[in-house]
């Protein structure tokens, strides 16, 4: 309190010091409070004081345009053209017109352009001699309106009035400047001088920091400081002659100031600068009003009477126009420059020397033409003062009719026809309303316009006003009098009210400002002493006329001659600025690069992905490290060379005793054995250039081996041991050499072998299913010698093995092969398949038993003895991974002898074989060989000419008797549907009726339009609370976009956004809403807590909180669809804003441009790296291009360490964007609104999960299960309650990371541990399992801990919702399944009441033996379901299509043993072995059928993502239809 009240004291003294010698009241800088009453008149910023109503089109701000008043251009050339060099009539000097526009700037400053920006342009008539001589008819000379009150132009009562920027009093602003702050800038705040440049006789460059108006030089177009000095009046610098009027008064004040100074030397700075500004701005006053006035005049001003109060000196609009026009007609086209002897100097120029300064060559000059020195100063004044101005009349020189400088990007302009839509723009009213408000006749004829006019002017004039002179215009009316006497009335009522209406005049004895004897001194100074005294030239020689506003005859230095345009240089001609010129490419380049960010991520993603695969394939040879092979000492190691588009590849060959020579990989791996038994000879060609490295064998019947060696010897050495081994064989050896391009040529690639094998399988199948040849596929006939070679290929064993998708050396090849055979050559030719293949593709069930018995009828002797049955079964077995023992297959072997009698017998005929199969008859009709590579073409005429005969119970038509068109592949899929949803160990009525018969079928049958328009109401049925969520999401988006985008089109405030890039701002705008509205509330789709509530309570009938996953990705995928709409939007922006002038982006962003004339808008790379928004918007949208290309599917799956951490910039980008908005550079933050409660809730759902990240569970138990499964028991965290079906996330620090992953638990909710099985398919599963292997174990000596985050929700708990519930489990997908059949066993077991009726488990695996952990779960069921609750189907993937030969005998066996023992020969439980995929289509008919009153039934799939896809796509096949409707959840890994 102490230290403030100090500070007050000191500050209180310091002013009393520096201004105890001021006795009067100071006058204001910026003009307030001069009237007492009325404060704000005469102020900065103060309105126009209207004379007459304002004459607007709509009597409210719209100025007058063409039709209703002439065209500005053609107006101003019939009345301001005309010869120039016509002298004042009164001999009024240059010095007087140019101190005459110094006084104006004094009083008036209504130049800035007014916000929003509007315009009033001025369209160039065609064939402009000067601004269209080529006639385009488009030139449009741009004219903006000026600033007005914005609480005005409201109503026809309240018209448009425009504001004076500077203060409307002569009180020196031209001098001071219009603000305290102004006149601090120009002081120098030593000895009350203003502050000057080195020499001290200029003012100071300016710096920037004074508002100084710095136009282009529209001569050279050249911009910035130079050239432009500090000075009162904003516009001082706008041409040398008013730059000199300024110089000449600041020299004044200082010239006065050093006197006081030396009067005075006590008197403190502010004391000087005080008293000479009193007496600067009286003398100003004086020379104004009684020696400037009277001499443009003509006319003496009426005495001062003192001081009135009442009297409004507000500045008129009728005032601006008529003393600017009235002073434009009396501007010479040059001016000369003299010194005090009268010496009239020559001027450089263009093209040489000229006798005067051109006027249109000097307008905010920056070049040498600039006032550079004192004397340039004075020369030009005295000049001046020397010289006679225009005439009086209606004529304006060409330099401010033609060459006046230019508005926004176009150099020149036209004076005359601005100034007229200046006065359109103010409002001014009529030549006879002005005349009538100042007392002067109205005009009745054009005649008395002007009699000293030419008359074609006057008819000129009467034509463009339709010859009405009620419609003449003031300015045009005023300019064409003969004697002026309007502007000459309407100047000296302003000047009047100003001197009577001034508190601070200098004549009013009340103010106290002079004494009686000092206001006689004022009155007596003129401007010739003003000048005396500033310039600096010898008094002896000093020549200058008393009364420096008229040149009299007999004054000193007589002008050499009244300037024309003739005698001086030219003008420079208009110029078209392009603001965008050179910008172009690089705004280019900066469009493609953010176009390119996407595909440069995509790039850096594709690296990253390259990388992890190669880490994974490290660890997966480390892994398998251990049980790699060491390959042979004696084996030749080489490159393979596979093709020119193929990778080689390191390999070994072997030389075995048996004529074989094997190839192997370095894993020890065979890769193919190459046989030599049939060959005599074996051709071997060489490489004779590049190092002679390349070797081809030639393998006749194959494809042929290319081997790379790393050099010559290594070469050699395999030949001499391939020479040694074929003598020792008995084989001759045939070597040639060619070059090794034409080596490479000539061998026969494994990709040509396939190619060849391609065509032989079409031809094949062609000729079996008499296929036309189109279908069949041509053959390329380019080289006759590979047609050949198609035709007469023969089969090797393993390329036979390989078309069946078996093992070379299995018993079923072995078998197939040697039956095929027939001429033992160890291939099988094009017409040997032919023969076999006729069979299976169109023999009878008879002949292909037949077949069957022939292949293990090893010692042809008619008979096929147990021994061989056991045999066929086992070759049968081996394609199922042996997934039976010898044990298990004897017991089926005596099984199915004693079920058909034979329990007695060794040995079977074909006949007792065939009546072994009487059951199956229909399965083996539909047998066939699978062959590998067949077109989808021959596969769909193959099951075309499938014929299918099925028992019928007696007295029935079977189906296809009914229909022979029907498809009875279909018909055999609904029966295995059918077959599904049977319980295993019941019988069953061998002879039911089809599930869909002919009429049931008629039922569904409409036309397209109802079969659409019931998809449709299906549809909108099926996922009604997905579209209401989503239309509703849409729908506020849409709003949001829709009311931003209003806003700024028709409702924004009023600074012009929407005219200057009306598409750009509503799109930018609009999606910017979207984006901020998005963003927010993506948030709440991963609060996995709070989702986790929600679906326990009501409001899950209405909001589907299964699909957040979906539903984020949704409104992820719309807002970067709006993201790219936001920049799309600025771009637009951008450009136009680059191309925009000064005047408009400072009305549009005036927090960030200030307009000063110089119209240069910034450069397009301003706008994206050197503001906020733009710097931040670059940045955010590469983060979003990392963000979203490494969340897509492939890229998650390659990298989700990338995508964990890329996702985690969410942080980064929600800062982004809020500094992004935080800027306001075209509206006040808005992402806040929405962003605050979204964030809130995330955060505190985030918050939870962090509280259970940070707790250790310890891992009870860890154990290795098959096919890489990795089994987890931890310690159940206290109070975690879940339920089955849901998921958690884990991450294990033991691995040097704080990844999270999601897996589903497969404990059950009473158990005591939570349980994992994580199959190792990626980096972080495959580490997890390696860390947990007991080798690991050994070397930690304890279990690795974990974290826990969870649990979460997700459809798959809902099991229990639905009467029927169907669970399909792909591969490790069964994990929630596993839960759930636990949970399920335990709660039948205690009787807990189940809304769930029936349970159909569909298990979905390449082999049961991936998955025994999960049949000892279902063998748990199957014990304790003792309701008929579950129906559990096993589907095996590995092997082929029921129908194929490989499978018909092991499936008639499955039957067989299910039958007989209750129980599948494959996994030992009740739950029946099917193989192939599931028929989910049927399947689900059929349930429609067996639950026809059940509305809704759950599909719960998780596994493979063409498992669920298909799932999903039967789903809505069937819900198509007015049945059941099956409600899908699935889940994807």
Request: glycine content about 6%.
């Amino acid at each position: 309190m102490m230290l403030s009240l100090i500070v007050v004291l000191l500050v209180t003294w310091t002013l009393g010091r520096t201004q105890k010698n001021i006795s009067w009241e100071v006058q204001r800088y910026d003009g307030w409070y001069n009237n007492l009453l009325h404060h704000s008149r005469g102020s900065v910023g103060a309105r126009l004081l209207r004379l007459l109503p304002a004459n607007y089109a709509d009597s409210v701000y719209q100025a007058l345009q063409e039709p209703h008043v002439p065209n500005a251009r053609q107006l101003s050339n019939a009345v301001a053209r005309g010869p120039s060099g016509l002298p004042s009539r009164s001999n009024t000097t240059v010095l007087a017109v140019f101190f005459g526009f110094h006084v104006l700037s004094d009083i008036l400053a209504i130049e800035k352009p007014g916000c929003p920006a509007e315009f009033l342009n001025i369209y160039i008539p065609s064939g402009d001699l000067v601004f269209d001589p080529a006639g385009t008819g488009d030139v449009v000379l741009p004219f903006q309106r000026i600033q007005w009150a914005t609480e005005t132009g409201q109503s026809p009562n309240s018209p448009r009035e425009q504001t004076n920027e500077v203060t409307g009093w002569l009180d020196g602003s031209s001098i001071y400047g219009p603000s305290h702050s102004w006149s601090d800038a120009l002081r120098s705040f030593s000895r009350g001088q203003l502050a000057s440049g080195p020499d001290g006789r200029l003012p100071r460059e300016t710096d920037g920091r004074v508002p100084m108006w710095k136009a282009l030089d529209p001569s050279t177009g050249q911009g910035g400081l130079q050239g432009i000095y500090d000075l009162g009046s904003a516009w001082g610098n706008e041409n040398h002659f008013l730059q000199a009027e300024s110089i000449a008064w600041f020299r004044y004040h200082n010239h006065l100031a050093a006197a006081l100074a030396q009067a005075h030397p006590t008197w403190s700075d502010e004391d000087l600068f005080q008293h000479t500004r009193k007496r600067v701005i009286a003398t100003f006053q004086s020379i104004v009003l009684y020696e400037w006035l009277p001499t443009l005049l003509g006319r003496h001003v009426p005495e001062y009477k003192g001081y009135q109060q009442h009297l409004d000196p507000s500045l008129s609009p009728e005032f601006v126009a008529a003393a600017r026009q009235f002073l434009a007609t009396m501007v010479p086209a040059g001016v000369y420059k003299r010194n005090p002897k009268c010496h009239f100097q020559k001027v450089p120029g263009p093209g040489g020397s000229f006798p005067a300064v051109r006027l249109c060559n000097s307008y905010w000059s920056r070049e040498s033409t600039r006032l550079q020195s004192a004397e340039d100063v004075d020369n030009l004044l005295l000049g001046m003062s020397s010289q006679i101005a225009e005439q009086e009349d209606n004529i304006v020189v060409e330099d401010l009719q033609d060459y006046w400088y230019g508005p926004l990007k176009y150099s020149r302009t036209d004076y005359v026809a601005s100034w007229l839509q200046r006065g359109r723009d103010l409002g001014l009213p009529t030549y006879n309303q002005a005349r009538e408000q100042f007392g002067l006749e109205p005009l009745q004829n054009w005649s008395d316009l002007g009699p000293h006019l030419e008359q074609q002017v006057l008819e000129k004039v009467a034509a463009l006003y339709a010859n009405n002179t009620a419609r003449l215009e003031l300015l045009p009316g005023g300019m064409l009098e003969a004697d002026g006497s309007l502007f000459r009335a309407i100047i000296l009522d302003q000047f009047v009210r100003l001197r009577d209406g001034d508190r601070f005049w200098f004549e009013n004895t009340k103010n106290g400002l002079f004494t009686a004897e000092e206001t006689r001194e004022i009155r007596n100074t003129t401007f010739h002493d003003v000048l005396a005294a500033v310039i600096y030239a010898d008094p002896t020689d000093f020549q200058l006329q008393p009364h420096v506003f008229v040149w009299n005859e007999g004054d000193p230095c007589p002008q050499p001659q009244q300037l024309t345009a003739q005698h001086l240089a030219n003008c420079t001609p208009m110029m078209v600025l392009d603001y965008f010129k050179g910008s172009g490419a690089g705004f280019g380049i900066i469009i493609v690069v953010l176009c390119c960010l996407p595909l440069v991520t995509l790039f850096v993603a594709w690296i990253v992905a390259v990388l992890r695969k190669r880490d994974f394939k490290k660890l997966q040879k480390k892994q398998s490290s251990s049980v790699q092979r060491e390959v042979s000492g004696e084996a030749v190691s080489a490159m393979e060379w596979h093709g020119v588009k193929t990778d080689s590849s390191p390999v070994y060959i072997q030389l075995q005793a048996d004529k074989v020579l094997k190839v192997l990989d370095g894993r020890g791996s065979v890769l193919r054995n190459i046989s030599l038994k049939a060959h005599q000879r074996v051709e071997v060609i060489l490489s004779s250039n590049k190092g002679n490295k390349a070797l081809l064998l030639k393998s006749p019947k194959e494809y042929d081996l290319v081997l790379l060696f790393s050099e010559e010897a290594e070469r050699s050495n395999f030949i001499r041991k391939l020479q040694g081994y074929l003598e020792e064989s008995g084989l001759d050896l045939q070597m040639s050499e060619m070059k090794e391009q034409s080596l490479m040529k000539r061998a026969v690639t494994q990709e040509q072998r396939k190619q060849i094998l391609e065509t032989f399988f079409r031809h094949l199948f062609a000729q079996v299913l008499e296929i036309d040849r189109s279908d069949a596929g041509e053959l390329n006939f380019e080289s006759s010698q590979k047609a050949k070679e198609s035709l007469t290929c023969e089969l090797s064993r393993a390329e036979f093995a390989e078309a069946l998708g078996l093992k070379a050396h299995s018993m079923f090849v072995d078998s197939m092969f040697s039956l095929a055979d027939k001429d033992g050559n160890g291939y099988i030719s094009f017409r040997e398949f032919l023969d076999i293949l006729v069979v299976f593709m169109k023999g009878s069930p008879e002949e292909k038993s037949k077949v069957m018995f022939r292949m293990y009828d090893i010692d042809e002797n008619g008979f096929l003895s147990k021994e061989e049955f056991l045999r066929m079964l086992r070759s049968f077995i081996e394609i199922s991974n042996n997934c039976l023992s010898r044990e298990q297959a004897e017991q089926v072997t005596e099984s199915m002898f004693r079920a058909s009698g034979f329990q007695d017998r060794d040995e079977l005929t074909w006949e007792d074989f065939h009546y072994m199969l009487r059951d199956h008859d229909s399965e083996l009709r539909f047998t066939q060989l699978c062959i590998k590579g067949v077109p989808e073409v021959l596969k769909q005429n193959l099951h075309n000419r499938v014929s299918f005969i099925k028992k019928e119970p007696k007295g029935t038509v079977s189906e296809e008797e009914k229909d022979p068109n029907l498809d009875t592949v279909s018909h055999y899929a609904e029966r295995e549907g059918q077959e599904l949803r049977k319980r295993p160990g019941r019988k069953v009525n061998q002879y039911q009726l089809h599930l869909y018969t002919e009429a049931q079928r008629k039922k569904y049958e409409r036309n397209k339009v109802q079969h659409k328009i019931q998809e449709f109401k299906r549809f909108v049925e099926n996922y009604r609370r997905h579209i209401v969520c989503v239309v509703l999401f849409s729908a506020i988006t849409a709003a949001v976009f829709v009311e931003r985008a209003y806003y700024y089109a028709f409702a924004s405030p009023s600074t012009g956004i929407a005219q200057t890039t009306f598409v750009g701002i509503i799109i930018s705008r609009g999606s910017a809403a979207c984006i901020s509205f998005m963003y927010s509330y993506i948030l709440l789709t991963m609060c996995r807590n709070l989702i986790t509530v929600l679906r326990e309570t009501f409001l899950n009938h209405y909001i589907p909180f299964d699909a957040a996953v979906d539903f984020h990705r949704w409104v992820a995928m719309a807002a970067l669809i709006f993201s790219v709409l936001h920049t799309a939007g600025h771009v637009v922006n951008v450009y136009i804003f680059s191309v925009m002038p000064l005047s408009v982006l400072s009305c549009l962003f005036s927090s960030v441009f200030t307009n000063d004339g110089s119209q240069l808008p910034q450069k397009y790379y301003w706008w994206f790296f050197q503001t906020i928004p733009g710097m931040t918007g670059v940045l955010l949208l590469m983060i979003l291009a990392v963000m979203y290309v490494f969340a897509t599917h492939h890229f998650r799956r390659v990298s989700f360490q990338g995508f964990w951490i890329t996702h985690h910039f969410y942080v980064l980008l929600y800062v982004l964007v809020i500094i992004h908005g935080s800027y306001a550079l075209i509206q006040q933050p808005r992402f806040y609104i929405y962003f605050i409660i979204p964030a809130l809730i995330y955060s505190a759902d985030k918050l939870l999960s962090l509280s259970r990240k940070k707790v250790e569970i310890s891992v009870v138990k860890a154990e290795l299960l098959p096919s890489g499964v990795t089994h987890l028991q931890f310690q159940r965290p206290q109070d975690f309650d879940y339920k089955s079906g849901q998921w958690v996330r884990i991450a294990c620090m033991a691995l040097g990371t704080t990844e999270y992953h999601p897996f589903t638990l497969t404990s059950a909710p009473h158990e005591d541990t939570l349980s994992l099985h994580i199959r190792a398919v990626g980096p972080w599963t495959t580490r997890l399992r390696e860390i947990y292997s007991p080798e690991s174990l050994a070397l930690i000596g304890k279990l690795p801990k974990l974290y826990l985050d969870g649990p979460f929700g997700e459809g798959h708990q809902e099991w229990n919702k639905f009467e029927v519930s169907v669970l399909v489990g792909g591969g490790i997908g069964v994990t929630p399944f596993a839960s759930i059949l636990k949970d399920l066993v335990f709660k039948s077991s205690i009787s807990s009441k189940l809304l769930c009726k029936k349970i159909y488990f569909i298990w979905v695996t390449r082999t049961q033996r991936q998955f025994e952990w999960l049949a000892d779960i279902i063998h748990e069921v199957e014990e304790a379901d003792r309701n008929d609750l579950v129906s559990v189907h096993i589907y095996i993937t590995q092997l082929a299509e029921k129908f194929d030969l490989r499978t018909t005998m092991l499936y008639i066996c499955e039957r067989h043993f299910q039958k007989v023992l209750n129980k599948s020969l494959f996994t030992g439980l009740r739950s029946i072995t099917h193989f192939g995929r599931p028929p989910f289509v049927p399947f689900f008919n059929s349930l429609q059928e067996v639950h026809p009153e059940v509305q809704k039934i759950g599909v719960f799939s998780c596994g493979p993502p063409g498992m669920t896809k298909s799932v999903e796509k039967a789903c809505r096949q069937v819900n198509k239809k007015d049945q059941t409707y099956f409600a899908h959840h699935y889940e994807n890994f």
